[in-house]
């Protein structure tokens, strides 16, 4: 860092004029004793004297009125506390992210929708009254399929969602039909007519993708403990902010009222942003009974109730000349919303991947989101990319192919420097060309069909497939991202920071940040997080947004730290604070750099019973440049054309996120991403009955989810390069490796045994289809 | 979507409440003794109780886990008479006279064993929701092969899910110790 760009509220700190100490190193993430000792408290290990247990009711309809509830016996079984339904609460409105959601409508719109919920002194009990609880239902035709739903004469599906401009998730207008706020998106540039008239070819084709389940080891758990006053949850999700704020609202109560916990959470990969459903139920339960209650959902509940990875359907037709260049692109892609999603500011993210990745002169992509009476969607590790990303990179395989180009050379040949194509808006920084070099470099492309001759022999056929991407994860709005960092008189650290480390050792990396920026050793800094009490408003722990958000934030409230610091130390070394520099613990003259003396002694400085506190605050980004993170990917897969299995061998994965802060760290998302994106495209296939809408598989047997021996060898490789607006140019890592992972498997299996699939999950039984072994 | 015909009986509550409670049976209180850990803990219990159950609510021994609470995650894993089970589908009642060994009595003290450090060291975790049962189940591993394959390694764990995906890393931990690697 040369100039100080940082993307912080008022003066940027000036950039460190030293070497890194701290960042950059395979630290140990500081939570890892409880983890491994078994002491980690997860939600669901609370017990608080006199807690009840929460189970809620669920429809077991895709779309019914209900004409009466009857919980009187449930009411007068012996043991329970409180019972809620639309009897006691028929207008409340729940809010997920701040989206108002109806809580419990007279119309329930899929099957597992919320009908009632009970408190009582124990889980037996509880369920014993689920079963006394008598409802009416008048059953209504369903909509299932998001083309059948856009017909003029299909059902309408009552969605949960309830328009709200004022948030920018939720949407803005009721649905015309079953479409979302009545309108589609799209995006177009140039002249599509004529750029398909300059094609040599034009390939047309339709990618389907299937619902994803985020199959969080924890299911979801909250402890809520309501004193007449004030609540205290203790929860599993993402953001504690995000929950606190759609509690209060919920509730009706102040947010300094709702005091949200997390010590240790079991998963979230996007599912736990924002309070979901099940806690507004348990809250409101704990309110009425006067006591803690304790919520724990099913395994089964776990899939039908929480929102998960849309499923798509895209048209895609593309145009390109014999020399590889790219003429037109027009698409169409088709979203299923279910009954509610956080659609509102996932808007364009699905087609925008197609719409810059590449330059094409002439666009036109549309989407459209349809509601239907299929459960919630919403959040999931890179929810809109993955898709997107695999219906253009399986595309651009098949353009290659067909005008006989190496794959790679046409990605290579339409590289797009502009962040937008139109306006030519630059990025702050891009070297997709370096990652694509050496993800395929590591997995010896050039050499690619080196298998060809063992191919023609046995079932057994091997290839190599690649794929591109972009990412978001520099910072998005609602915007407000601040943390403290607290120096104490016995030397120690404190960083406050409103987030959660959901496992991506988010704690550990604002702890480095902040020790790096002080100068002192990571032992001594503490992070304090999760936990609205004595932090400062953050952004919840999803789309990737953790470094880049709170990174600036904490590298300034640390700087801010320093400065205090050097006030107090500068006289003592007869010097100006101006001149102190401190690194690994030691504050030194850097003029005469024997005048030190260390950290611990600096800290004696601070006047009896007080410390140094000082504020950092993120900015939003600018608007005149674009902010991307971008990567590649490699594999190499074995099909067995017999069984249809595909198994993957090796991937190599190159992500570009301007600095490594935590090598270990960021290796491991590069390993968690690609396993979960193996799930996603081999695996993890939801089945729905056509004509109930009732999930068949809701369980870890039959929704598979991918085990030890499912995992490839995985080389992950940090592409960095300076970009300056964030903390140490560090951006995101978490989502962006399950990005490409379907699409160069998808290549690799063409590569392989000659077959195009354009429909995920990539399942043995699809494989055999498509080599015409299997009906 | 494929359509297997009416499926309505089978979404009765029953599926959306716990199966595995043995809610229809009458509650009887036992007195047990269980072995846990070396420690001898003589508790009444509901017999209805699974193992992970009356560590959990009433041993308070909350590091065991679980995921799904039916033979299907692994997450509750623990050792059981040298074996690894799953503690969400075994009875408390039977586990007396057994020895039981939970994620508690992997340290002495504060002193962490190498497996532990083998983790820590690897970044053998992420959220560590797993964390217990793999640690489980690469002890109970590591007592059959103390010189395990990778492949053996990625077998003796395959009975428990990692969402997070840290299972590269939980590999090379086991590895790393079984090469008596670690140096923490
Ligand atoms: S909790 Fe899933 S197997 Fe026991
Ligand atoms: S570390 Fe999260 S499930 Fe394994």
Redesign the pocket.
């Known amino acids: 860092m040369t100039e100080a760009k940082l993307l912080v509220q008022g003066i940027p700190p000036e950039p460190l004029d030293r070497p890194f100490t701290v960042i950059g190193h395979s630290i140990s993430r500081i939570d890892g004793v409880e983890k491994v000792s078994g002491t980690a408290e997860y939600a669901g290990d609370i017990q608080l004297p006199n807690m009840l247990c929460a189970k809620i009711l669920r429809c077991p309809h895709a779309h019914a009125r209900i004409l009466k509830i009857d919980t009187s016996k449930a009411e007068a079984l012996p043991g329970v506390k409180a019972v809620i339904s639309r009897n006691n609460f028929p207008d409340w409105l729940t809010y997920w992210y701040l989206i108002p959601q109806f809580a419990f409508p007279e119309i329930v719109s899929y099957v597992g929708q919320e009908v009632a919920a009970v408190a009582a002194v124990d889980i037996d009990t509880a369920e014993r009254a689920l079963k006394l609880i008598e409802v009416d239902y008048q059953e209504l035709p369903a909509v299932f399929d998001p083309e059948e739903a856009l017909k003029p004469t299909s059902q309408k599906v009552t969605p949960l969602d309830v328009p709200d401009s004022t948030c920018p998730r939720a949407p803005a207008a009721w649905p015309v039909g079953n479409l979302y706020e009545g309108k589609t998106d799209i995006h177009t540039r140039g002249d599509i007519a004529k750029g398909f008239q300059d094609a040599d070819v034009v390939i047309e084709e339709v990618y389907n993708t299937s619902y994803q389940f985020h199959a ?2 924890q299911t979801r758990s909250s402890v809520i403990d309501w004193d007449g006053e004030n609540m205290t949850v203790h929860d599993s999700c993402q953001g504690v902010w995000q929950v606190s704020q759609d509690i209060a609202k919920s509730l009706g109560l102040p947010m300094e009222k709702v005091r949200v916990v997390v010590k240790y959470q ?2 979230g990969f996007g599912s736990k942003a924002g309070a979901q459903r099940y806690l507004h139920y348990a809250s409101r339960l704990a309110m009425m009974a006067g006591r803690p209650v304790r919520i724990e959902l099913t395994r089964p509940e776990e899939f039908i109730s929480h929102p998960h990875r849309h499923a798509t359907k895209t048209y895609l037709k593309m145009g390109v000349k014999r020399d590889g260049t790219l003429t037109a692109m027009e698409g169409r892609s088709i979203l299923n919303l279910g009954v509610g999603s956080t659609y509102g500011n996932q808007k364009e993210k699905l087609i925008e991947t197609a719409f810059e990745l590449y330059e094409c002169p002439n666009v036109k992509l549309e989407q459209v989101a349809v509601y239907t009476n299929t459960p919630l969607t919403g959040y999931m590790r890179s929810v809109m990319r993955a898709i997107g990303d695999f219906f253009l990179e399986a595309h651009m395989d098949r353009l290659a192919v067909e005008i006989g180009m190496d794959p790679l050379d046409l990605r290579m040949k339409n590289y797009a420097v502009f962040g937008d194509q139109v306006k030519k808006l630059p990025y702050s920084a891009k070297n997709l060309d370096k990652c694509m070099k050496i993800s395929t470099d590591a997995i010896d492309w050039k050499h690619r069909d080196r298998f060809v001759e063992d191919n023609k022999n046995g079932p057994i056929k091997r290839g190599i497939g690649m794929a591109s991407y972009m990412y978001d994860g520099v910072g998005m709005a609602p915007f407000k991202a601040s943390a403290d960092v607290v120096i104490k008189r016995n030397g120690t650290v404190e960083v406050l920071a409103g987030v959660v480390d959901i ?1 991506g050792g988010q704690a550990t990396m604002m702890a480095m940040l902040a020790a790096e920026e002080l100068g002192v050793n990571v032992n001594s800094v503490k992070t304090v997080w999760g936990d609205t009490g004595p932090t400062q408003f953050a952004p919840g722990t999803h789309a990737s947004r953790m470094t880049a958000e709170m990174g600036p934030a904490v590298v300034q409230a640390a700087a801010n730290a320093r400065k205090k610091l050097f006030e107090l130390t500068a006289q003592r070394l007869s010097a100006e604070p101006i001149e102190l520099r401190s690194a690994l613990g030691k504050i030194q003259v850097s003029r005469d750099q024997q005048r030190s003396m260390s950290f611990e002694e600096a800290c004696q400085l601070i006047p009896d019973g007080e410390e140094i506190r000082a504020s950092g605050s993120r900015k939003p980004n600018p608007k005149d440049i674009v902010f991307h993170t971008f990567g590649s990917q490699a594999c190499e897969v074995e099909v067995n054309t017999d069984t249809g299995a595909v198994r993957v061998l090796r991937v190599a994965s190159a992500h570009e996120l301007g600095k490594v802060l935590n090598p270990k760290l960021v290796d491991s998302q590069h390993y968690g991403g690609i396993i979960m994106g193996i799930g996603y495209t081999l695996l993890e296939d939801p089945e729905f009955d056509s004509k109930t809408g009732i999930m068949l598989n809701p369980d870890l047997h039959q929704y598979r989810i991918p085990t030890s021996l499912e995992v490839p060898e995985i080389l992950p490789f940090n592409i960095e390069a300076p970009d300056p607006f964030f903390a140490y140019s560090a951006k995101a890592v978490g989502e962006a490796p399950i990005v490409p992972v379907a699409p160069s498997v998808r290549n690799a299996i063409y590569h392989a045994a000659g077959i195009w699939i354009n429909s995920l999950p990539i399942t043995p039984d699809a494989v055999l289809k498509a080599l015409g072994k299997s009906k | 979507m494929t359509s297997i015909g009416e499926l309505r009986l089978h979404m009765e509550p029953k599926t959306l409440v716990d199966e595995n409670r043995h809610q229809n049976q009458p509650r009887r209180v036992r007195r047990i003794v269980l072995s846990i850990n070396g420690d001898s803990h003589s508790i009444e219990v509901d017999a209805r109780s699974t193992l992970a159950e009356v560590l959990r609510e009433n041993l308070r021994m909350t590091g065991t886990k679980l995921g799904c609470n039916r033979s299907e995650c692994g997450t509750c894993t623990l050792i059981m008479d040298g074996r690894t089970v799953f503690s969400c589908t075994i009875l408390a009642v039977e586990a007396e006279g057994k020895c039981i060994e939970t994620i508690e009595g992997l340290a002495s003290g504060s002193d962490l064993n190498p497996l532990q450090k083998a983790f820590i060291k690897n970044d053998a ?7 217990p049962a ?1 640690l489980m189940a690469a002890t109970a591993l590591l007592r059959v092969k103390m010189e395990p394959t990778e492949d053996d390694v990625r077998q003796g764990i395959a009975g428990v ?6 299972y590269p890393n939980i590999v090379r931990a086991v590895l790393d110790v079984s090469r008596g690697q670690v140096d923490c």
Do not use: E, F, H, S
């Open positions: 969080t080891l079991g998963g496992g | 975790l992420q959220c560590g929701y797993c964390i793999m899910y990692c969402r997070c995906g840290a």
